[in-house]
Nanobody
């Protein structure tokens, strides 16, 4: 079983930065985890923002390329999403999801609200 707890959301002005964190706990091999950040705006479908595979390769939605960075600590106990140059359209609830490679089980965090407004 894997538990995920996000933190770091809040209100920020356009052009500002936030760093989201997702604490990973549970007895699972961290090397088997594929890390993802999703977001869901009001009235919109949940969308994939960034992913980090087991080999350390990253992938980003076009709307956040060059502004967001996904990373983990060395032990993969925490997944981060560094968000720079935030825009009002980035306003959403952000969710951390991990996928266990091989078992293909998914675990979601509870979400953290990010609001970009002046």
């Amino acid at each position: 079983q894997v538990q995920l707890v996000e933190s770091g959301g809040g209100l920020v002005q356009p052009g500002g930065s936030l760093r989201l964190s997702c604490a990973v706990s549970g007895s699972i091999s961290r090397s088997s985890l594929i890390m993802n950040w999703y977001r869901q705006g009001l009235g919109k479908q949940r969308e994939l923002v960034a992913s980090l595979n087991r080999e350390g390769l990253t992938n980003y939605d076009d709307s956040v390329k060059g502004r967001f960075t996904i990373a983990t600590d060395n032990a993969k106990n925490t997944v981060y999403l560094q968000m720079n140059d935030l825009r009002p359209e980035d306003t959403a609830v952000y969710y951390c999801k991990v996928v266990v490679w091989g078992l293909w089980k998914e675990y979601w965090g509870q979400g953290t609200q990010v609001t970009v407004s002046s």
